[in-house]
């Protein structure tokens, strides 16, 4: 008599998985209020980055008004269903950059990253934070 070696493999609560992906979906299609929230996370993390600079980069305080505070002059925010615009329409921001560095420690021709606009670690994680909680809120702590 021959054996014969099986296994039955099946998913547990999938519909209501599936619902549940489909609800997160639908939330994240519009994530408006989330973003919005984002944008102050950013201002936050600009005031910050600016203590830290102790002065730099600040001659009329135009440029970190605009970073720091939502109604400034030339304050770039707007908030989408699908994610957010952040910045500054000053024009000489575009040109305060940290110089780049080659291996050897000369300074290339390269354009660096922002000296002003800046994301950091600490605003980054508080604003994935917010969108994750945004998308999961109908789920409570069972998500």
């Known amino acids: 008599m021959a054996r ?3 296994f039955t493999i099946s998913v547990h609560d999938a519909e209501k998985t599936s619902g549940n992906y489909d609800e997160v979906s639908r939330r994240l299609r519009n994530a408006k209020p989330a973003f919005s929230e984002v944008l102050d996370i950013l201002e936050e993390g600009e005031q910050r980055h600016f203590a ?13 008004a605009s970073l720091t ?3 400034a002059n030339a304050a770039i925010r707007e908030a989408h269903g699908d ?17 780049r560095r080659s291996t050897t420690g000369e300074v290339t021709k390269q354009k660096g990253k922002s ?3 800046v994301l950091q670690p600490k605003a980054k994680k508080a604003a994935s ?7 999961l809120e109908p789920f409570g702590d069972d998500a």
């Open 69 to 71: 505070q939502p109604t």
């Open 129 to 135: 934070q917010v969108i994750l909680d945004f998308a």
């Open 4 to 6: 014969s070696v099986s």
């Open 83 to 99: 994610g957010l615009v952040f910045g500054t329409s000053t024009y000489y921001a575009k040109f305060l950059t940290k110089e």
């Open 52 to 64: 830290r600079l102790h002065g730099k980069y600040v001659r009329t305080g135009a440029l970190m």
């Open 115 to 117: 000296a002003v606009l």
